[in-house]
């Protein structure tokens, strides 16, 4: 069964791949016709079904999607779903982790608690839809460490380690990250509705 992964991020396909093992994971470069889905929703599960519901309507194809950002306990769950676009542009990264960096500058150490969130979804061209979702709880730290990753990465230590997650090895990320945790709750989802 092929399923269509709303987006053309190679990484993203892999790792899905790797999730749904079984089932044929292709993204959106196979359907150019395809354009970006504006994400106005408010929460995670919103972006994430306003994606994957028009992929499987423009493919005719399940398709599954996500949506996850930085909720900083401190700043009232904030960035959440506007982590991407924080500083102003979508995908500036750097200006970003800056602007974070620069709101939390005066709070105390004992006080930098956040984690990483993400809502997986699955729908097909029918309208029925299943969502999971995963969420990683950590600290944050004031200086960015690490070249792995993208994003928050090099400022999020997850509980029980002292490495960032732009520290660790992909595999080591994909095991305890949100979106590893959403897919795979996710995955027997898609398994039961694609299968019945």
């Not at 992964?5 to 749904?20: P, Q």
Request: with cysteine; charged share 25%.
């Amino acid at each position: 069964m092929k399923i269509v992964l709303a987006t053309r991020n190679a990484g993203k396909i892999a790792e899905l791949r790797r999730i749904l093992d079984g089932f044929d994971i292709v993204g959106l470069e196979e359907f150019p016709s395809i354009g970006e889905v504006a994400e106005t929703g408010v929460t995670f599960e919103e972006n994430a079904l306003l994606k994957a519901h028009a992929v499987a309507q423009g493919s005719g194809l399940p398709a599954v999607a996500d949506d996850s950002g930085l909720c900083v306990d401190v700043l009232n769950g904030m960035p959440g779903v506007f982590s991407a676009r924080w500083a102003g542009r979508h995908g500036d990264d750097q200006a970003n982790l800056e602007l974070l960096l620069a709101q939390v500058s005066d709070v105390p150490e004992d006080k930098l608690t956040a984690h990483f969130a993400c809502a997986a979804a699955l729908a097909l061209p029918s309208g029925e839809h299943r969502v999971a979702s995963g969420t990683l709880p950590g600290r944050l730290i004031r200086t960015p460490r690490g070249t792995n990753g993208f994003g928050y990465d090099p400022i999020l230590v997850p509980e029980g380690e002292e490495r960032t997650t732009a520290e660790m090895a992909p595999e080591e990320k994909d095991a305890i990250s949100h979106r590893g945790r959403a897919f795979r709750a996710l995955a027997p989802m898609v398994e039961t509705l694609l299968t019945t």
